[in-house]
């Protein structure tokens, strides 16, 4: 059998035992592409069933959470938690809440999430979890019950030294402060390295609510400088308005270029003179209101109901909303536009035909696994603070997070070049940190 005949062997597979997980199968195609090389060279891999196992997660737990809201009516909402890979340590993945979550979604990320854990040279593995519940509208004592209930099943499948949940979409620090608060509750443990994304008051770390958006964004600045360039005088577009959003807009601007146009659900806005970062959070981050609020705070800016933040011309296109927000079609309209650069903040939010027109048109791009990882790394240093009961500044804790972006884009480089594929910034990423993944497997042996 071909090694082609192979991977759509496993493909089909995949597929087969996992039937409309659409977004599984779409990460899963996405990195079994980009390794074929990888698997050219290494043989035992193969002999070894590494791909089959990779793909196939450690674990898989599902579970109801009842909870009532302010009304007393209750509500029954699903738990997931992935337990995907724990080659390199612990399970590391974040818990997101949206009505969009289902069993593929969770699968996709984790998946993800092994890839992206290993690029980051830090010592976790894989995971991923949320629920279908939606906390917005939702008030602070409705949200606490809901998380009470979720934590009252979670609590028994995680722990510092078995799986770490964080933050992801509709998971914030209210989120976490009150997950954490129940397993302390149930325990009878103050366990700090349990989850990340804490408050600052009980074990958080400085820079980890800005480490997704500034990650990304010192990754586009090492994207742009490998290229003899850089974001300084940049015209720029984000996706998006929340947490990751609203920090890379703001690191963006202090390397010098300019946000325009930012978006949420309802439709976007563009702000000719520069997104004002302050009345933005002031909006999402206080007030919890919609992006068109933004256009009433600053007169000059306009709000565009329910079109796609793509048609703005940008020179760097920052996707840091959700998964397949990008289409081909979108991706036309960038790279017409003059877009030079894609930078990925959020998992996965280009399909493969905008990669596909990316890649042609020699549109500079950069996967979520990479360019996203910050969030992840700074849970790691959460981690390593909390283990040695220690607290660091701001400063240092940025330095850090800026030398692991830096390292992670040396990889990806790096390994692309060592591959043949200079530039292909996916492939490098995917090879990389399948790579680790699977040398960490083959000595660990069948298990």
């Given at each position: 059998?071909?090694?082609?005949?192979?991977f759509?062997?496993?493909?089909?597979?995949?597929?087969?035992?996992?039937?409309?997980e659409?977004?599984?199968?779409?990460?899963?195609?996405e990195?079994?592409?980009?390794?074929?090389?990888?698997l050219?060279r290494?043989?035992?891999?193969?002999?070894?069933?590494?791909i089959e196992?990779?793909?196939?997660?450690?674990?898989?737990?599902?579970?109801?959470?009842p909870?009532?809201d302010?009304?007393?009516e209750?509500?029954v909402?699903?738990?997931f938690?992935v337990?995907y890979?724990?080659?390199?340590?612990?399970?590391?993945?974040?818990?997101?809440?949206?009505?969009s979550?289902?069993?593929?979604?969770?699968k996709?990320?984790?998946?993800?999430?092994i890839?992206?854990?290993?690029?980051?040279?830090?010592?976790?593995?894989?995971g991923k979890?949320?629920?279908?519940?939606?906390?917005?509208?939702?008030?602070?004592?409705?949200?606490?019950?809901?998380?009470?209930s979720?934590?009252?099943?979670?609590y028994?499948?995680?722990g510092?030294?078995?799986?770490?949940?964080?933050g992801?979409i509709?998971?914030?620090?209210?989120?976490?402060g009150?997950?954490?608060g129940?397993?302390?509750?149930?325990?009878?443990?103050?366990?700090?390295?349990?989850?990340?994304g804490?408050g600052?008051?009980y074990?958080?770390?400085?820079?980890?609510?800005?480490?997704?958006?500034?990650?990304?964004?010192?990754?586009a600045?090492e994207m742009?400088?490998?290229?003899?360039d850089?974001?300084?005088g940049?015209?720029?577009?984000?996706?998006?308005?929340?947490?990751?959003?609203?920090?890379a807009?703001?690191?963006v601007?202090?390397?010098?270029?300019?946000v325009?146009a930012?978006?949420d659900?309802?439709?976007?806005?563009?702000?000719?003179k520069?997104i004002?970062?302050?009345?933005?959070?002031?909006?999402?981050?206080?007030?919890?209101?919609?992006?068109?609020?933004?256009?009433e705070a600053r007169?000059?800016?306009?709000?565009?109901?329910?079109?796609?933040?793509?048609?703005?011309?940008?020179?760097?296109?920052?996707p840091?909303?959700t998964?397949n927000?990008?289409?081909?079609?979108?991706?036309?309209?960038?790279?017409?536009?003059?877009c030079?650069?894609v930078?990925?903040?959020?998992n996965?939010?280009?399909?493969?035909?905008g990669?596909?027109?990316?890649t042609?048109?020699?549109?500079?791009?950069?996967?979520?696994?990479a360019?996203?990882a910050?969030?992840?790394?700074?849970?790691?240093?959460?981690m390593?603070?909390?283990?040695?009961?220690d607290?660091w500044?701001?400063?240092?804790?940025?330095?850090r997070?800026?030398?692991?972006?830096?390292?992670?884009?040396?990889?990806?480089?790096?390994?692309?070049?060592?591959y043949?594929?200079?530039?292909?910034?996916?492939?490098?990423?995917?090879?990389?940190?399948?790579?680790?993944?699977?040398?960490?497997?083959?000595?660990q042996?069948?298990?």
């Open positions: 059998m071909s090694t082609h005949e192979k759509e062997a496993v493909l089909t597979g995949v597929i087969r035992r996992n039937p409309g659409e977004e599984f199968h779409q990460a899963v195609r990195v079994l592409d980009s390794i074929r090389p990888a050219a290494h043989p035992e891999y193969a002999e070894a069933k590494i196992r990779i793909c196939e997660p450690e674990r898989q737990v599902i579970f109801r959470v909870w009532e302010d009304r007393g209750v509500h909402n699903r738990g938690r337990e890979n724990s080659a390199l340590g612990p399970y590391k993945g974040g818990l997101r809440f949206h009505p979550v289902y069993l593929g979604i969770v996709f990320l984790g998946f993800e999430q890839f992206k854990n290993a690029l980051t040279g830090m010592p976790i593995g894989g979890g949320g629920a279908d519940f939606d906390p917005k509208g939702r008030s602070d004592r409705e949200v606490m019950r809901f998380c009470q979720f934590m009252t099943e979670l028994r499948h995680i510092e030294y078995t799986d770490v949940p964080a992801d509709g998971v914030g620090a209210r989120e976490i009150y997950l954490f129940q397993y302390k509750r149930i325990t009878n443990r103050y366990e700090s390295g349990v989850l990340t804490k600052l008051a074990g958080g770390a400085q820079v980890r609510r800005e480490a997704t958006g500034y990650g990304s964004v010192f990754f600045e742009l400088r490998a290229a003899g850089g974001l300084d940049k015209r720029v577009v984000v996706s998006g308005s929340g947490n990751v959003a609203i920090y807009i703001e690191k601007q202090q390397f010098g270029g300019v325009v930012c978006a659900s309802s439709g976007y806005v563009v702000d000719e520069g004002d970062v302050e009345v933005l959070k002031q909006i999402k981050e206080v007030q919890r209101g919609p992006i068109r609020d933004y256009a007169r000059h800016a306009t709000f565009v109901p329910g079109r796609r933040v793509w048609e703005v011309p940008c020179e760097v296109a920052l840091c909303a998964q927000e990008v289409s081909g079609a979108d991706a036309a309209t960038l790279v017409a536009n003059g030079i650069a930078v990925e903040g959020a996965m939010p280009t399909t493969p035909d990669i596909r027109v990316f042609e048109a020699g549109v500079r791009f950069a996967p979520g696994k360019a996203n910050g969030g992840v790394a700074a849970s790691a240093l959460e390593q603070q909390n283990a040695s009961r607290s500044t701001f400063t240092y804790s940025e330095q997070l800026q030398q692991i972006m830096q390292d992670i884009h040396a990889r990806c480089f790096e390994t692309a070049e060592e043949g594929m200079p530039g292909n910034y996916m492939a490098g990423a995917n090879i990389n940190g399948f790579l680790r993944v699977a040398e960490a497997m083959l000595v042996g069948l298990i």
